[in-house]
């Protein structure tokens, strides 16, 4: 077991003896524990895998592609928690963050057009296209889906 998933366990250990002892929540209780995944969207060449820490009150996430920060901005005391991974965004619902998991990415489309780049007027007197060109034009596309979470390990 690495260092990061050592400290993964001893913090959701923690966490769980810590939320016996204290008061009774007012909301659910997420599953509290460390959980991993690995989705492999077609629309992009990479892999998006990880794990995260759940705990009583917060989401902690080690993922590939990284390195994930916290997003402030996107995060709300009744939303989502949300993490940026590199280029992939990663959000936890607050009350069941391993029910309710997503990931939301962009790929590159290219599109081809035949376009017409020269004309010429035909005997009847009407403007024909005499030379067509091939063009492409980038466009980026939303990538979005679930994240399956399997457990990995689990407070008693």
């Known amino acids: 077991m690495n260092r990061v998933n050592a400290t993964l366990l001893v913090v959701a250990a923690t966490a769980a003896?810590?939320?016996k002892s204290g008061a009774p929540a007012?909301?659910?209780?997420p599953?509290?524990?460390v959980f991993r995944f690995t989705e492999r969207p077609a629309q992009i060449s990479?892999?998006?895998?990880?794990?995260?820490?759940?705990?009583?009150?917060?989401v902690v996430v080690d993922a590939t592609p990284g390195p994930c920060r916290y997003d402030n901005q996107a995060s709300h005391a009744t939303g989502p928690i949300v993490y940026q991974c590199a280029d992939v965004t990663l959000s936890f619902d607050r009350f069941d963050p391993v029910g309710h998991a997503m990931y939301r990415t962009s790929t590159t489309v290219t599109e081809r057009h035949t376009v017409c780049v020269r004309y010429t007027t035909d005997a009847s007197g009407h403007q024909v296209c005499?030379?067509?060109e091939t063009q492409t034009n980038d466009r980026q596309v939303p990538v979005?889906?679930?994240l399956h979470m399997e457990t990995v390990a689990r407070p008693d």
Request: glycine share 10%; hydrophobic share 30%; net charge neutral.
């Open 31 to 33: 599953r509290v524990g």
């Open 26 to 29: 007012t909301v659910p209780t």
């Open 46 to 58: 990479q892999t998006i895998e990880g794990r995260i820490l759940v705990t009583n009150d917060s």
């Open 144 to 146: 979005t889906g679930t």
């Open 130 to 132: 005499a030379q067509t």
């Open 17 to 19: 003896a810590c939320a």
